[in-house]
């Protein structure tokens, strides 16, 4: 957890074991730090110091064409080389949290993408998906919740593989809820089909992060650990970057 304040009173919000953060300020019992857009404080004992000078395989950000990518090092199988969204101004390599606006896009508003489209990105990215055909739902769900059906989409295409994801074959669960990084096959919650998973998950995302009176609500867009859905969704710091990369190859906005 990483919390507003030194005597951590506040969470702020929560990242994976594992995850690099940088150290601005170290302290005997807490210690601020910085990750994914956000600046905190967490306890001492639960940091793992390692100088910079070590580092050799350092995370980095750097625009290629219309594309900002982001190569992550962390462990969990949480890293690797990623299009963490549209392209900035940044030309050349940095290791300085990078924001891209594809984080920003507010998720409440309907795509422009039609229910065929998305079912053929569907197919031209894994023909084998069960999510073909699944195309007028998310665009039902869009209507009826104001949830972003590319970006609803986007979401069940990282959680679960297209659909092909071990959670999502036995429990129909597209969008990792309540799978937690302890014991994600476990708790993650059952449905009764994938049409019920892409209902259900579209109208909890829609009230409890996307409402201005939800109870997870930062901001109606991706965003990151300081603001968004990012900051409560996912233990992963960079949850959006990966959802924001498949809306880019989508062309979504």
């Known amino acids: 957890s990483i919390h507003h304040d030194a005597d951590l009173k506040k969470r702020l919000t929560y990242v994976a074991s594992g995850t690099r953060v940088q150290l601005l ?3 005997e019992q807490t210690s601020r730090i910085s990750v994914a857009g956000a600046t905190g404080y967490v306890p001492t004992d639960r940091l793992r110091p390692f100088p910079a000078e070590r580092v050799s395989n350092p995370s980095y950000y750097q625009t290629k064409g219309n594309r900002l990518l982001h190569y992550i090092v962390a462990d969990g199988g949480l890293g690797g080389l990623i299009v963490a969204g549209e392209a900035t101004n940044v030309t050349s390599r940095t290791s300085k949290y990078v924001e ?6 507010d998720l409440t508003k309907p795509t422009r993408l039609s229910a065929k489209q998305l079912d053929a990105f569907i197919k031209e990215q894994a023909p084998d998906s069960p999510l073909v055909g699944k195309g007028k739902v998310f665009k039902s769900v869009e209507k009826k919740y ?11 295409i990282h959680e679960s593989d297209y659909g092909r994801s071990e959670i999502a074959r036995e429990k129909n669960n597209l969008f990792g809820v309540n799978a937690t990084d302890s014991a994600p096959g476990e708790d993650a919650t059952a449905y009764k089909s994938l049409t019920d998973s892409i209902e259900q998950t579209g109208r909890f995302i829609a009230k409890d992060y996307l409402d201005r009176d939800g109870r997870y609500f930062r901001g109606a867009y991706l965003g990151n650990k300081q603001k968004g859905m990012n900051v409560f969704y996912a233990s992963d710091p960079f949850w959006s970057e990966k959802i924001a990369g498949i809306l880019v190859k989508m062309n979504a906005f």
């Open 25 to 27: 300020q170290f302290g």
């Open 146 to 156: 104001r949830v972003n059906a590319a970006y609803l989409l986007a979401h069940a």
């Open 100 to 105: 891209s606006k594809t984080l920003t896009r």
